[in-house]
């Protein structure tokens, strides 16, 4: 047994291995654990972290505060590449409301946070911990650590005050958004169901998800024209598909000609095809693809290196077939002739069976290709990144460079990266699987790491020291905030109930929170507003995280 009790005690590389691998493990079990249906998920592992390391059961310093880092680069630059197709397109696309409001709750976290720290003699290595766990954001945690480690002078025992402020918030981080959410459907007597019947009337007038209509032509100024000489199609980003002439249904070209009597199918958004029906004709009693023998649509995904690039027009003229719909990451849209197609699209086709199999053999449509990640650009993407967190950034009014280190560089470079898309044949592309195991590898490494640092010091501080006064003053960051913009949502801007949830949600960064606000609805307004508000609110907090460190030192 002597060989086993080594290779808990010395220090090596079976040792470093086993006893990462026991926390990680350990502690997803224990995130797993339901207490009044609410479960700790990934910081299950930080929880398994401070247990090994009060118990003395930990690694070589050096070699942990890699893996922290290493850890901490992999999970943000996965977040990155998660939110980055989204980020600018829901920035606009559903308002700057939500996103000020969500930015007005980072702000006043950090405001009291601050006050805190001042005026309840909480030191601000504690206090900026306290500020992540009670909004249960991982990364403006690391993002903290990574800022204090670069300030002269701070020793080891301060560096833990960070993770112990986090360990100690966080329960309640993940209550009280809850609690925030049961409190506001109390004081404004809300009806669920209410709620959920306005936000699909509201979304059923506003929908940008393509549809299609069947139109039967009327008008004799098209009579004769051929779909390259009608140029409103082109301007309202509005695709024919299929056209039904002299009793046959076909495909749609640029040479398609128009008669009176025709039924033609249009697939784009819901306003500009009602004005078509203006303009060509009321709708059809036909339903041309229940008559189109001859005709068939299949969803297909650009996976050939070859296809990257090419416009949807050249596509269609060379393979005789029509693209109605585009879906990527963050949108579904109908194309217009000039759009390149990117690697992941997947591509609506309309055309004979001929037609449909030599176009996908152009485009690849592998589902095994596209679950390949491409090992390349992630260590290019992480090695840009790490040089953008490197560079230092004199702000006035702070004394030292502020640096956007760890977190911030290779979160803003997969951010950037994801919205290029391709570079050649180089995709930044990464399946959600892939994005996945990166994100939740990065994250269990970096808290398994933060717990065994901290875990020496967490129980006697929570037992013996000021560990419930923190508690006490983070329940003040988690509360105060949301209450305060959920009151002025609801009652200045009457936002839907459903919607202020996801938003409280996606300002914590909190899928917890997200969980129990999906169980009151099946409704979509929900991850909508969390979505929309995520990406902002996770730079936010990790700018944030930071400033306050820098500002008051």
Not at 262 to 268: E, F
Not at 514 to 531: E, Q
Request: hydrophobic share 50%; aromatic share 8%; charged share 10%.
């Amino acid at each position: 047994m002597s060989w086993l009790l080594s290779l808990f005690n010395q220090d090596s590389v079976p040792h470093t291995l086993l006893i990462v691998s026991l926390v990680v493990a350990s502690g997803l079990v224990l995130g797993r654990v339901s207490l009044a249906g609410i479960q700790l998920g990934i910081a299950g592992v930080l929880f398994s972290g401070l247990l090994f390391g009060h118990f003395q059961l930990t690694i070589n310093p050096e070699v942990m505060h890699f893996l922290r880092e290493f850890g901490l680069v992999l999970f943000v630059y996965a977040i990155g590449l998660q939110v980055g197709p989204s980020f600018v397109s829901s920035f606009f696309r559903y308002g700057l409301r939500l996103n000020g409001m969500a930015a007005a709750i980072v702000i006043l976290g950090a405001l009291i946070t601050v006050l805190i720290s001042i005026f309840g003699a909480i030191p601000m290595p504690v206090a900026v911990g306290l500020f992540s766990g009670a909004t249960t954001n991982t990364p403006s945690l690391a993002a903290a650590q990574q800022v204090l480690s670069g300030i002269a002078g701070i020793d080891s025992e301060t560096l833990k005050m960070p993770g112990l402020g986090y360990a100690v918030a966080y329960p309640f981080g993940i209550a009280g958004i809850i609690l925030a959410m049961l409190l506001n459907k109390r004081l404004f007597k809300v009806d669920i169901a209410d709620e959920a019947k306005n936000f699909a009337d509201q979304q059923q007038q506003d929908t940008h998800v393509p549809i299609w209509k069947d139109l039967r032509v009327e008008n004799p100024n098209l009579n004769g024209l051929t779909l390259r000489q009608i140029p409103f199609f082109e301007g309202m980003n509005v695709v024919m598909t299929r056209i039904l002439h002299n009793g046959a249904v076909d495909v749609a070209g640029q040479e398609s000609r128009l008669a009176i009597g025709d039924t033609i199918r249009l697939v784009g958004e819901r306003e500009p095809l009602e004005q078509l029906k203006i303009l060509i004709g009321p709708e059809s009693d036909i339903d041309l693809k229940q008559i189109a023998t001859n005709l068939q649509s299949k969803r297909l995904v650009v996976t050939n290196k070859a296809a990257i690039g090419q416009t949807i027009g050249n596509l269609c003229m060379l393979y005789g077939v029509t693209i109605s719909r585009i879906h990527r990451p963050d949108v579904e849209f109908s194309p217009s002739s000039s759009v390149h197609v990117q690697f992941g699209d997947e591509l609506h086709v309309v055309g004979n069976q001929d037609a449909l199999s030599s176009i996908e053999k152009a485009l690849g449509n592998s589902l095994e290709e596209l679950a390949h990640p491409q090992i390349m650009p992630i260590f290019i993407g992480i090695s840009l990144g790490v040089l953008l967190g490197s560079v230092p950034m004199y702000l006035p009014g702070i004394p030292s460079a502020v640096k956007l280190g760890m977190a911030g560089g290779p979160l803003l470079v997969a951010i950037m990266l994801s919205r290029v898309g391709n570079w050649g044949t180089m995709t930044w592309h990464l399946p959600k699987s892939s994005n996945i195991i990166l994100k939740d590898i990065g994250i269990a490494l970096f808290l398994a790491c933060v717990g065994l640092h901290s875990g020496d010091q967490f129980v006697e501080t929570l037992v013996r020291g000021d560990g419930f006064y923190w508690m006490a003053c983070a329940a003040l960051i988690t509360l105060l905030p949301l209450l305060i913009v959920a009151a002025v949502g609801r009652i200045v801007y009457k936002l839907n109930f459903l919607t202020l949830c996801g938003l409280l949600a996606g300002s914590m960064t909190d899928p917890p929170a997200l969980a129990f606000a999906n169980n009151l609805s099946p409704a979509a307004a929900v991850s909508m507003a969390y979505a929309t508000v995520y990406p902002l609110v996770m730079i936010l907090r990790i700018i944030a995280a930071q400033l306050i460190i820098l500002l008051v030192n």
